[in-house]
């Protein structure tokens, strides 16, 4: 990017610092050009964890040392490891605790799913604990509109598929697909469980007989 004049690129330089929260200061300018120095203690701990905060939503299994060569090569920060732990434990916080909140919401997800697709089936699982509240184990979740579509327009025929969650709780989600007559996938029911086993299965298909009914045998 090239500037007319000395003040255009000054103001550039510091508009771009205000968005990005740093801070600068500027050495004795020369006639024909302007020199700036990047002043570390501007990138505090918020300002990391903001960032990080960002990063982790879209990558759940960042690394300590992905996250000192981010900083490095975009920012140009050579950032002391207790530094950068403190505002990945902030951001680590934000982040996990919105999902914390959203487990513990649950049921008002189910209930909201009930009411806007009337017909649908949600099953929530939990371990009873004696002295605090129930522990979540697992979710079975099969649409109305699924229902009516894979008895309607889908061959007789389901596909079992169990994938890993790249979350903090883990665990993994259990699905079961058909084929239209187009021979697209089409989703029938999904579950999310702890792991993958043959009762968590048996609980998952179960469910989905008591939904779509006996297969016919010919």
């Known amino acids: 990017m090239k500037f007319n004049i000395k003040q255009d690129f000054i103001e550039a330089v510091r508009k771009f610092t205000i968005q990005e929260g740093m801070q600068i200061k500027w050495r004795t300018n020369e006639r024909y050009r302007a020199r700036t ?7 505090n701990r918020k300002w990391l964890a903001g960032k990080l905060i960002k990063m982790l939503r879209k990558y759940l299994n960042l690394k300590h040392g992905e996250i000192a060569t981010y900083f490095k090569r975009r920012c140009d920060l050579n950032l002391n490891k207790s530094s950068l732990t403190r505002a990945f434990i902030d951001a680590q916080n934000v982040v996990y605790g919105d999902a914390v909140a959203q487990y513990l919401r649950l ?7 009930l ?3 009337s017909g649908s089936t949600i099953k929530i699982g939990v ?9 979540f ?3 079975y979740v099969y649409f109305d509109k699924c229902k009516k579509g894979f008895k309607a327009g889908c061959q007789p025929l389901i596909n ?6 790249k979350t903090q709780f883990e665990g993994q989600i259990l699905s079961i697909v058909g084929q239209d007559a187009n021979n697209h996938v089409y ?6 469980v702890k792991i993958e086993k043959r009762e968590n ?12 009914g006996e297969p016919n045998h010919r």
């Open 107 to 113: 049921r008002d997800y189910a209930e909201t799913l």
């Open 37 to 43: 120095i990047y002043k570390n203690r501007a990138a």
């Open 160 to 165: 079992l598929d169990g994938a890993f969650l």
């Open 127 to 135: 371990s009873l604990q004696l002295d605090s509240d129930p522990i």
């Open 137 to 139: 184990e697992k979710i």
């Open 115 to 117: 009411k806007s697709n």
């Open 201 to 212: 299965w048996r609980w998952f298909l179960e469910l989905l007989v008591d939904d779509v």
């Open 187 to 192: 989703i029938i029911a999904w579950a999310i």
